[in-house]
């Protein structure tokens, strides 16, 4: 630090150890503020110091800890099967209907003389 700015009185020595002690403070903020920041996050944290209204946000964990307390009975819970993901089959009651969207015969050959193939179809 450079001391010659300073005046020439006793009370220079308090101002140095003011300035240090402010910078001191300063970058203990600093130290802080980068681990409250990087430090490992969950949502199980729980509130700092200051954070009084952390307890408005959490009352589904409160009601498992009680949940917890009183868990001295116990359930049977039947067992249960799970439908088949997809769609259902169409009631044999609606009629069918086949529409075949073909090409002339001569359309049919290749320019070389080869004959096309059917590629695919859809179906709905």
Not at 94 to 116: A, M, N, S, T, W
């Amino acid at each position: 630090m450079n001391t010659s700015s300073l005046p020439d009185n006793p009370d220079r020595d308090t101002i140095i150890a003011d300035r240090e002690a402010e910078i001191y403070r300063l970058a203990e903020q600093v130290r802080l503020l980068k681990a409250l920041r990087f430090q490992a996050q969950s949502e199980k944290s729980r509130p700092h110091g200051h954070e009084v209204q952390y307890s408005l946000f959490n009352e589904a964990e409160m009601v498992a800890d009680e949940a917890e307390e009183d868990d001295d009975k116990e359930t049977q819970v039947g067992a249960h099967t799970r439908k088949k993901p997809g769609r259902r089959p169409i009631s044999p009651d609606y009629p069918r209907v086949e529409v075949v969207h073909d090409i002339p015969e001569d359309e049919k050959v290749c320019g070389c003389g080869c004959e096309l193939t059917r590629i695919g179809e859809d179906v709905s």
